[in-house]
């Protein structure tokens, strides 16, 4: 086990110009005493100002990676660093910059959520209590809540209680946002909702890190995706490049399937596949129009010719082997 | 911090944690349970004082010591009554927030948050050992006072008797009621200090606080074997009751200074357990 060192206040920025990235990590392991490897061997690059979504399916060691990087857990091997400050010996200068939501919210039932905002607060020795304030009065009106800051948490629903958690995220000015599921135990609209404030929060430059396993509650946001599975990164890009280097296809139907069959072979398209009335293959680098009039040149009867790309939901499928949840 | 994390944050230089230790201390005393703690401990001089009202006849003197000290002198109440508390009621007492102090904030999960913020790990720790010793003082306090005004109602009050029989004015017995006072403060705060430590083991603050309980009972009961004597030295509990010597004149301190001395080396080893727990410690909850 790793020990959080204390002298956080004098640690050097590292040698990574601060613009670079907002997390970089380096082979970062955990192995939990119980022996279940959590983490393996993890390389991510989020750059400064992306969505950055991390997905992969429950179990896959989201969340113990965002407890290392916050320095909860302390890694078995690997190293991290955090808006370019080495973590965990860096983590007084570097948390204090960074809003987090781990695992869901946590606050003290019998309090209010005004109470626990201000406790949040309290604990940071960095933020100015002659604005906490305006700040707590800030954060709460941007997760919609004003109205029920005065209510017990535990009188909260579902949905108060994550926007809580994100608003206690959002009390300072952050470099960088990580949130954990925001958008679990959220109805559509409240899922909405965290979408466009997370739009927003990215719009002022803020960095956000966020981890779903459904794909297609935050596809929407991201710049950049990293996708987990069983521990490992299975694929780290922006959300273009996935798309694009993902097998798109091009579909033909037509009653001369044999014939089509050989064009698109001549053609050197790979995998194509004949079937009764429709031949499809991979795309590839060729225009689908040169591929239409090369069919109609060979005299193929086309009826229909359309372009599939893949959802990213059959990437990810592809990359994690097994499905996300439908509805959580 | 370097200049230009400086200006890209504008935020004022780190405090030492004042407005956390704040929020720690309103939150232990706004809380139910602990309140009940205190009207608890408070009420104890209340019934004791009545008890002995009810028992005391004036001018017997070969009822036990403590009853005729406290029907001849109200003062004495405040005695009677931390003698009552000490074995059982206030460790436990203690045991309810100082054990609850680390694993309490695991369980609810606000640990995470609070490591997030980032409190530090450190200084979260001062914090809620200097939250626990206020409770000590508030605890120890609330039965002074309460005993005090039930001692100054139902009995006769003045000039105060010590246990060596010479007498002191009213206020210089108030000055050593003050000197008990802390000494017993310090009893606990000791207890605080092995309650943080159990705290840090676990996530189950009713574990923390059943194990934190059950120690000072333990220590007693061993204090109680005669066989064990070698030991007893040792044992925290056995110098809990030494504030009897602070009660002769002169004042007698070998005792409370031997004793003050074994809850200063309790309080430094199990504050450095704690800490060496604490601050290597995975939070996975
Ligand atoms: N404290 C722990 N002790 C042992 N194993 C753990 C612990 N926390 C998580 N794990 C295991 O690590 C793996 C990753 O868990 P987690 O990071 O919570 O995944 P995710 O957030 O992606 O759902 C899981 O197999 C889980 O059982
Ligand atoms: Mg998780």
Redesign the pocket.
Known sequence: MTTTAEAGASVEASPLPPGDHAIATRGLTKR?S?G?L?VDDLNLAVPRGSVFGFL?P???????TIRMLLGLVGPTAGSHELLGVRMPEGWATALPKVGSLIEGPAFHPHLSGLANLYRCDAADRTADPRTSRERIGAALERVGLTAAAGKRYKAYSLGMKQRLGIAAAMLGPRELLILDEPTNGLDPQGTREVRTLVREIAAEGTTVFVSSHLLAEIEQVCSHVAV?RAGRLVAQSSIEELRDGSGTRIRVETPDTDDATSVLTALGLADVRGDDGEVSAELGVLAPESICAEMVGKGVAVRGLAVMRPSLEDVFVQLTGEGFDVNG | MSTAELTLAPRRVAGIGLRLFRSEVGLTFRRRRNQALLVLLGAVPVLVGIALRLTAKPGNNDGPNLINQVAGNGVFLSVGALFFVLPLILPLAIAVVSGDSIAGEASTGTLRYLLAVPAGRTRLLMVKYATSVTFCVASVATIAATALVTGFILFPVGPVTLLSGSTVSLAAGLGRLGLIGLYVAACVACLAAIGLAISTMTDSPIAAITATAVLPVTCEVIDAVPQLSAVHPYLFTHWWFSYDDLLRDPMVTQNVTRGLLTFLAYTLIFGSVAWARFTTKDI?C
């Open positions: 939990f119980g279940q959590a992969g429950n179990g896959s060691g989201k969340t113990t987990m | 996975t």
